[in-house]
């Protein structure tokens, strides 16, 4: 009989009621804190030696103590606030990851207890506990996606055996009450955690990441799940292998381990969502975030999913070609415009600022790279870069579009090209004056797109700038993107008669 994990063995203060009550009722006000806690307590009663029903009950009891935390700090990092360190941001980001694995940790070794078939463990707790276990495993896929850590096919491993045995008991479909207010079944649970592996997390920026998730919560009922293919079922996985979920781009060797699924009538559902979204620029009533966000990134992460809820696979749009060069990068609006010879506020340039890449291959939509032992704690979905080819004079403007950590100290990166010859401005606008970068000249449209400071773009104000001897005039039309220290826009040009 298949075992996940190995028994522990000792006396615990948690075996009596009381006194477990009375641990968890005195826990720190302080939530990182709190949870780094209840993260001992999971580990301490998974290897105590407890009766099986005794330790589930404790597990149940910790993880709902810690859920209000969770939460909030989840908040925390996803909308750091401009007085939180990035030493700060990192032991937030930590005490959750390190919660959710030791709790998933410990719910899995409570199913060794009805694996073993454990003298007095109750069967009415193992749709439960097996729901727990999921959700706690997804999470931790899920912040692992958020700080684009390393894929860890280990639990993606006990994640797929964990519901092989929920499958082999029959309770994939029991209806549970997950957490207060909170209905779910495994079969739910597991369906969560795959589709959200399944949409390419590591093209999505942090916040983006959570968007996601809670959509996928919420339009997960019409979720599909089978075990033979169909057309409809555009992912797979194999639950007696230790590996994410992929494309059904040809059907894997027949296998009783595999399951097929796909986002079933949620695709329309979720497309009715964007055309609102488009329509009246407000998030529908009904659906649950968990947060307010940005209306323009709960619409860039519903159009992700959209793309990879679509029968067709995402294509790339123009051929790659493997090369071998170094790539000067510098990041950050102010990087870009110290790249381009200007000034960034009262910082000089800062040649320690600079990082060299390794390019593997190039398109004529942009590079995919490898950093090796960079300093990468700025480097996240969205962040704007200025890149030098080869060590040659001429600067590329781009975004991270794509980041996967292969290991602490590599990170494959894809970036989009958004200008080959950007060309640093001085804007001028209601008597304010600002710098920008113009990334491409005026289409057949006459229309131009610039690089500003958050807040540069507004609606009722024309920018003017002097190029190549004539005054030209910029007359504002949307914000075609957002990121930390930039907005990129969208004007009408014009040159002014003189």
Same mark, same amino acid.
């Given at each position: 009989?298949?075992?996940? =994990?190995?028994?522990?063995?000792?006396?615990?203060?948690?075996?009596?009621?009381?006194?477990?009550?009375?641990?968890?009722?005195?826990?720190?006000?302080?939530?990182?804190?709190?949870?780094?806690?209840?993260?001992?307590?999971?580990? /301490?009663?998974?290897?105590?030696?407890?009766?099986?029903?005794?330790?589930?009950?404790?597990?149940?009891?910790?993880?709902?103590?810690?859920?209000?935390?969770?939460?909030?700090?989840?908040?925390?990092?996803?909308?750091?606030?401009?007085?939180?360190? +990035?030493?700060?941001?990192?032991?937030?980001?930590?005490?959750?990851?390190?919660?959710?694995?030791?709790?998933?940790?410990?719910?899995?070794?409570?199913?060794?207890?009805?694996?073993?078939?454990? +003298?007095?463990?109750?069967?009415?707790?193992?749709?439960?506990?097996?729901?727990?276990?999921?959700?706690?495993?997804?999470?931790?896929? +899920?912040?692992?996606?958020?700080?684009? *850590?390393?894929?860890?096919?280990?639990?993606?491993?006990?994640? &797929?055996?964990?519901?092989? =045995?929920?499958?082999? /008991?029959?309770?994939?479909?029991?209806?549970?009450?997950?957490?207060?207010?909170?209905?779910?079944?495994?079969?739910?649970? =597991?369906?969560?955690?795959?589709?959200?592996?399944?949409?390419?997390?590591?093209?999505?920026?942090? %916040?983006?990441?959570?968007?996601?998730?809670?959509?996928? &919560?919420?339009?997960?009922?019409? =979720?599909?799940?089978?075990?033979?293919?169909?057309?409809?079922?555009?992912?797979?996985?194999?639950?007696?292998? *230790?590996?994410?979920? @992929?494309?059904?781009?040809?059907?894997?060797?027949?296998?009783?381990?595999?399951?097929?699924?796909?986002?079933g009538s949620a695709a329309a559902a979720l497309a009715a969502l964007i055309r609102k979204i488009d329509t009246t620029k407000e998030l529908p009533a009904g659906i649950n975030l968990g947060g307010k966000y940005d209306i323009e990134a709960v619409a860039s992460?519903?159009?992700? @999913?959209?793309?990879?809820?679509?029968?067709?696979?995402?294509?790339?749009?123009?051929?790659?070609?493997?090369?071998?060069?170094?790539?000067?990068?510098?990041?950050?609006? &102010?990087?870009?415009?110290?790249?381009?010879?200007?000034?960034?506020?009262?910082?000089?340039? &800062?040649?320690?600022?600079?990082?060299?890449?390794?390019?593997?291959?190039?398109?004529?939509?942009?590079?995919?790279?490898?950093?090796?032992?960079?300093?990468?704690?700025?480097?996240?979905?969205?962040?704007?870069?200025?890149?030098?080819?080869?060590?040659?004079?001429?600067?590329?403007?781009?975004?991270?579009?794509?980041?996967?950590?292969?290991?602490?100290?590599?990170?494959?990166?894809?970036?989009?090209?958004?200008?080959? *010859?950007?060309? %640093? /401005?001085?804007?001028?606008?209601?008597?304010?004056?600002?710098?920008?970068?113009?990334?491409?000249?005026?289409?057949?449209?006459?229309?131009?797109?610039?690089?500003?400071?958050?807040?540069?773009?507004?609606?009722?104000?024309?920018?003017?700038?002097?190029?190549?001897?004539?005054?030209?005039?910029?007359?504002?039309?949307?914000?075609?993107?957002?990121?930390?220290?930039?907005?990129?826009?969208?004007?009408?040009?014009?040159?002014?008669?003189?």
């Open positions: 009989m298949l075992k996940m =994990f190995g028994k522990g063995g000792s006396d615990h203060p948690m075996a009596d009621a009381k006194e477990a009550k009375r641990l968890l009722d005195e826990l720190p006000a302080q939530d990182a804190k709190a949870l780094e806690e209840l993260a001992g307590w999971h580990e /301490s009663v998974a290897g105590a030696d407890l009766k099986a029903d005794v330790r589930i009950q404790r597990q149940l009891a910790i993880d709902e103590a810690a859920q209000a935390r969770l939460r909030k700090l989840a908040q925390a990092v996803l909308v750091p606030s401009p007085q939180t360190s +990035k030493f700060q941001d990192t032991i937030n980001w930590t005490r959750l990851h390190e919660y959710w694995r030791h709790a998933g940790i410990g719910f899995a070794r409570s199913i060794d207890s009805f694996l073993q078939g454990a +003298k007095g463990v109750d069967k009415a707790l193992l749709p439960l506990t097996v729901s727990r276990a999921l959700r706690c495993f997804a999470q931790q896929i +899920k912040w692992q996606h958020v700080r684009y *850590a390393p894929n860890d096919a280990n639990v993606w491993g006990v994640l &797929n055996r964990i519901y092989a =045995f929920a499958e082999l /008991s029959g309770v994939t479909e029991a209806r549970v009450n997950l957490y207060t207010g909170v209905e779910s079944t495994p079969r739910l649970e =597991f369906l969560k955690a795959q589709m959200l592996g399944a949409c390419s997390p590591d093209s999505l920026q942090p %916040l983006e990441v959570e968007i996601a998730e809670r959509v996928i &919560n919420d339009l997960a009922p019409s =979720f599909s799940l089978a075990r033979e293919p169909d057309r409809e079922l555009l992912y797979w996985t194999d639950l007696a292998q *230790a590996s994410a979920p @992929l494309r059904s781009l040809r059907e894997p060797k027949p296998s009783p381990s595999l399951r097929f699924f796909g986002p992460a519903m159009g992700h @999913l959209a793309v990879y809820w679509d029968r067709e696979p995402p294509e790339r749009r123009h051929p790659r070609h493997n090369v071998k060069s170094s790539l000067t990068v510098t990041h950050g609006f &102010n990087g870009v415009v110290e790249a381009l010879g200007g000034t960034a506020g009262s910082l000089d340039f &800062n040649p320690a600022a600079k990082e060299t890449w390794t390019v593997e291959n190039v398109s004529a939509g942009g590079f995919g790279a490898v950093a090796r032992q960079a300093k990468i704690e700025w480097l996240k979905v969205g962040t704007l870069v200025a890149m030098q080819p080869g060590g040659g004079p001429n600067w590329v403007i781009g975004a991270i579009r794509r980041v996967s950590r292969v290991s602490k100290d590599e990170v494959r990166i894809g970036i989009e090209t958004l200008s080959r *010859a950007p060309a %640093l /401005s001085s804007f001028k606008g209601d008597g304010e004056e600002q710098q920008g970068v113009l990334l491409a000249a005026a289409l057949q449209t006459g229309e131009t797109s610039i690089a500003l400071r958050p807040g540069g773009f507004s609606r009722g104000r024309n920018l003017e700038a002097a190029v190549d001897g004539k005054q030209h005039v910029y007359m504002p039309q949307q914000v075609d993107e957002r990121g930390d220290d930039y907005e990129i826009a969208i004007f009408r040009e014009m040159v002014r008669e003189s």
